[in-house]
């Protein structure tokens, strides 16, 4: 994973790279040209001079090898040679290559030269004029120095600019995104995005916005009717227990028929929880267990492990405590028993006859031990409604209240599976 | 004795008459808030149960108006809201207690006869039945004048039975007297009957008359 910033500036490194790579042999055929358009001119001056002095010498009626030899010595530059034989019909233009004296050492130099037929008192003559050329390597190294200090120069701006860019721009962008991410559907806070004058930024900010409302309004209303469904159910199930109990009243009942009503009175035990349960889950998300007091963990855990005495005793349950004598702590009593109670009831419901169960209080945290058999899924059994394989009557509900209930008071909450115990752990 | 069962619900009102009728008291029965009001206005009664929503108005009003009152009934709120804030409140404004919906009729008809029996017979701190006597203050227990040791457990239920003669109260309700709320997370209650069971043993070898009877699969009756 790349920052999105450093994707178009890679690009446009590689990009100007290429470019003044390119552009080296180019600018070398153009300074090139430019070179020579200038030397050929040059040399037609100097020709154009040079025939004019001849034509003086010639009419001040010097002697022609006198002339030529003297001329040859005082103009380095050109040079006169007698021609025999073919004489050659056009100017010609040619670079060549050759030894050069300089001083008391010599190297291999290039000349632009030019051949002219020139007439000298009737006779046709050969004017050559040369002119020092610049090296065609020593050039092209020259561009290619400069085109590598001007692409660094590119690169260090580009990273520069970016980097200020990436400061100035982009910190509304994080700064949204960090917003996003202390978003939570539960908490119900509005969302505030920072202002900004980038226009897809400010679209971007206003699509949130509206995913977030939308989500907002749907998470309410899935809340609230969930709440509402089990206000409602509350009555009719009042009725239909109350009917229990009068139709005990009235009826011999029979073995079978006894048999039915405890079929009935389970599975209305069992709606009467999980009707109870979601009502618990809406009250604390709807944070109305805010009150905090100075609570003594270890007294609370002992008087629910002493309530449900009789659970534990009904399943011959090997029960190891381990439990500091005080241990005072905020936090609020409801939410308190509701973990404490909700990990025991869970403990119980899922040991095996004869089971052990392992409870244990330090400073820090509370652990709550069962045995069993097979590891759970840890990712899941903190959902709504994940049922254990082997019990399918309880609510599914017990271990999301204490998620919930940790998650409101920020405490963790955390499952493994050790030598065959199911060990779950708050810490507070 | 005269009761009041103000709950807007008709089947669940009519249920709790019928309970507390065998137990010979003698229930009236208000639907609506106006209802409540003109009938606590008009007459006096020995209990008021309570519901808080009522249609026309709040139960809490209700109440606040029996206190200003200030007749000596009991009030014992029955609320399907189960909340913590309004069960302070409505024992901080003077009801005598709380009941959450869904309740078993016993446990109702156990809090009456509570509720009844600390206002009217402020003195007389005991039951009795036969040769049976039960101190509610010092929580003793005699048969034929012979003090008899029973658990907590035992004490409860015994007390329990006791406040609902002839009823035949089931496993559940026993359980959810004995444990509270989370009884209602279990669906297996059998330790009740280890409990019963010991009562009912210590109670016959003090030479107590067999007032429990069992009545099969469903729970227990105590007879007068």
Redesign the interface.
């Known amino acids: 994973m790349s920052k999105l910033l450093n994707r178009p500036l890679k690009a446009f490194i590689f990009y100007a790279l290429g470019v003044l790579i390119l552009s080296t042999p180019v600018y070398y055929l153009v300074v090139e040209n430019i070179w020579f358009d200038e030397l050929d001119e040059n040399n037609i001056i100097v020709r154009e001079r040079s025939k004019s002095s001849l034509g003086r010498l010639e009419s001040m009626g010097k002697d022609t090898d006198e002339m030529l030899s003297l001329w040859n010595t005082l103009q380095p530059n050109t040079n006169l040679t007698p021609l025999t034989g073919d004489l050659p019909q056009r100017d010609s233009v040619f670079t060549v290559r050759r030894e050069a004296q300089h001083g008391d050492y010599s190297e291999l130099d290039r000349f632009r030269c030019l051949n002219s037929l020139i007439y000298i008192k009737g006779k046709p003559y050969l004017l050559t004029v040369e002119t020092n050329v610049e090296e065609a390597d020593e050039t092209f190294v020259a561009i290619a120095g400069v085109t590598f200090v001007f692409f660094l120069v590119l690169m260090t701006g580009l990273i520069l600019i970016s980097r200020q860019i990436s400061k100035k721009i982009w910190t509304s962008f994080y700064l949204t995104l960090d917003r996003l991410r202390s978003f939570s559907l539960s908490d119900q806070q509005q969302v505030q995005f920072p202002e900004t004058d980038i226009e897809e930024f400010q679209s971007l900010h206003q699509s949130l916005t509206d995913l977030i409302d939308e989500n907002v309004t749907a998470y309410n209303q899935q809340k609230k009717f969930i709440e509402n469904a089990s206000h409602e159910l509350q009555t009719p199930i009042a009725v239909l227990r109350s009917k229990m109990d009068m139709f005990f009243q009235n009826l011999k009942i029979t073995a079978d028929m006894s048999k039915e009503v405890d079929a009935v009175n389970v599975s209305l035990g069992r709606i009467s929880r999980i009707n109870k349960n979601l009502l618990l889950l809406a009250k604390i998300e709807n944070k109305q267990f805010a009150q905090e007091e100075t609570l003594d963990i270890s007294q609370i855990l002992n008087e629910n492990i002493e309530m449900l005495g009789d659970y534990f005793g009904a399943k011959n349950l090997n029960l190891e405590l381990d439990i500091v004598p005080v241990l005072e702590k905020q936090g609020n009593k409801t939410l308190l028993e509701m973990v404490i109670n909700n990990l025991l009831i869970n403990s119980i419901t899922h040991s095996p006859q004869e089971g052990k169960v392992r409870i244990s209080l330090s400073k820090s945290q509370i652990v709550i031990a069962n045995s069993g058999e097979n590891p759970l899924d840890g990712q899941k059994i903190f959902q709504r409604f994940t049922h254990s394989p082997d019990n399918v009557s309880n609510s599914g509900l017990g271990l999301a209240i204490v998620w919930e209930a940790c998650k409101n008071k920020g405490w963790q909450i955390s499952y493994v599976f050790e030598e065959k115990m199911h060990v779950f752990s708050v810490n507070f | 004795m005269k009761i009041l069962v103000i709950e807007d619900?008709r089947?669940?009102s009519a249920?709790?008459c019928?309970?507390l009728q065998?137990q010979n008291y003698r229930c009236e029965q208000a639907f609506t808030y106006d209802e409540a009001i003109a009938k606590v206005n008009a007459y006096e009664y020995d209990c008021v149960l309570l519901d808080l929503m009522l249609p026309g108005g709040q139960g809490l009003d209700v109440l606040d108006f029996l206190k200003k009152k200030r007749q000596e009934e009991g009030v014992i709120i029955i609320s399907?809201?189960?909340?913590?804030?309004d069960k302070i409140k409505g024992l901080q404004m003077g009801a005598d207690d709380y009941l959450a919906?869904?309740?078993?009729?016993?446990e109702l008809a156990a809090r009456v006869y509570s509720v009844i029996r600390r206002k009217h017979f402020k003195n007389a701190n005991s039951i009795s039945q036969g040769p049976l006597e039960v101190n509610l203050l010092s929580q003793e227990v005699k048969v034929n004048e012979a003090k008899i040791s029973l658990t907590k457990?035992e004490y409860e239920l015994l007390v329990f039975f006791m406040g609902n003669k002839n009823?035949?109260i089931?496993k559940?309700?026993l359980?959810e007297h004995?444990?509270?709320d989370?009884a209602?997370?279990?669906?297996?209650h059998?330790?009740v009957y280890a409990?019963v069971k010991n009562m009912k043993k210590k109670l016959i070898a003090a030479g107590c008359p067999k007032y429990l009877e069992t009545?099969?699969?469903?729970?227990y009756r105590w007879e007068s």
């Open positions: 619900e089947e669940l249920d709790i019928e309970y065998l399907a809201k189960d909340s913590l804030e919906k869904p309740f078993h009729q016993a457990k009823r035949v089931s559940a309700a359980a004995l444990s509270g989370v209602d997370m279990f669906d297996n059998d330790f409990h009545v099969y699969g469903v729970g």
